[in-house]
């Protein structure tokens, strides 16, 4: 029987020196829930910092974005729309013309942000979009001339090495076209000890989400994994910005995946590199924007300058 790509992604991660898990895998059913959770959490401090921007500039976001014509706000990577809902909410409400268009890879994902929305925005006009995000903006290029405002939130760029942010915001660049807009979120460097303490929280919520891995390979997979053999160990380097999660195996280990037909061997003390977060700062926004054919045309700040909405056009 063919290998679906979660097995051959976690065989050839695991195959990998260093070993590697892609943090793509971690949004399973429990894995969704468990990142509900950490948005709560006191010191995750992101979520709220970009809700209250939002919040805090709806007017001023809507100027830059509403040009007196149709608009389509395409949004990669939906979620809940939970800090979306407040521009969705405010543009109703002055009267705009657009449509929402939130994308995502899971058509369940999209059904059920759909049911939500039209709940509490019944007047909204919602065109869930699923698959890959670039050939759904080829396709909205190709189809039409309605101007364009994407949105890429939630610190997701973060999660790219440099070389692959720039390859993925180039490509959004090019299939959008002159003139439309990109709004995205860079979660901003700042005292380290507040960035480590936002994927370590004191209630243990992150190592869950990153063990919650593990487990679906288990379920998934037919794997061997014991989670109490393995400490989850992010760290911080301020010189890069880069904060980085690893599970450490605590002591030599085999573990078997069956659906692999394969053995994996730990040494004590061996990581498995699991996610990069990046933190910019204003020039690094700057210079990214610049190298992948955008202008930056303004920087949305929270009160504490904890984290940007930087809203770029295309050129």
């Known amino acids: 029987m063919p290998l679906n790509q979660f097995a051959r992604d976690v065989k050839e991660g695991l195959s990998s020196s260093p070993k590697r898990l892609s943090s793509k895998y971690f949004y399973d059913a429990r894995g969704d829930k468990l990142f509900q959770q950490i948005m709560h959490l006191d010191e995750y401090y992101l979520s709220r910092a970009e809700l209250e921007i939002f919040q805090t500039h709806k007017e001023a976001l809507l100027a830059i974005m509403d040009h007196g014509a149709p608009f389509r706000l395409v949004e990669l990577g939906a979620g809940d729309g939970l800090k979306t809902k407040v521009l969705l909410k405010h543009f109703l409400e002055q009267g705009v013309d657009f449509s929402y268009a939130p994308v995502d890879i899971s058509p369940d994902v999209l059904e059920h942000l759909q049911s939500n929305l039209l709940?509490?925005?019944?007047?909204?006009?919602?065109?869930?979009?699923?698959?890959?995000?670039?050939?759904?903006?080829?396709?909205?290029?190709?189809k039409n001339h309605t101007h364009s405002v994407a949105f890429f939130l939630g610190s997701n760029i973060g999660n790219f090495l440099s070389d692959t942010a720039i390859n993925f915001l180039s490509s959004i660049h090019d299939n959008l076209q002159q003139g439309d807009y990109l709004m995205i979120g860079f979660d901003l460097k700042k005292d380290p000890k507040r960035i480590l303490n936002a994927y370590n929280d004191a209630a243990?919520?992150?190592?869950?989400?990153?063990?919650?891995?593990l487990d679906r390979i288990n379920r998934e997979l037919d794997a061997n994994f014991d989670t109490s053999m393995f400490d989850h160990n992010p760290i911080y380097d301020p010189m890069t910005g880069q904060c980085r999660s690893y599970l450490i195996s605590k002591q030599p280990l085999e573990v078997h995946v069956g659906a692999l037909n394969e053995t994996f061997s730990f040494r004590e003390w061996e990581p498995i590199f699991m996610e990069v977060s990046k933190k910019y700062?204003?020039?690094e926004i700057e210079e990214l924007a610049v190298k992948t054919g955008f202008r930056l045309v303004q920087n949305f700040f929270d009160q504490e300058h904890l984290f940007c909405d930087s809203v770029w056009e295309v050129i």
């Open 119 to 142: 709940k509490e925005i019944p007047h909204l006009k919602i065109e869930p979009l699923a698959g890959d995000y670039f050939r759904v903006l080829a396709d909205l290029k190709f």
């Open 281 to 283: 700062d204003l020039e």
């Open 204 to 213: 243990g919520v992150t190592r869950a989400f990153n063990m919650n891995l």
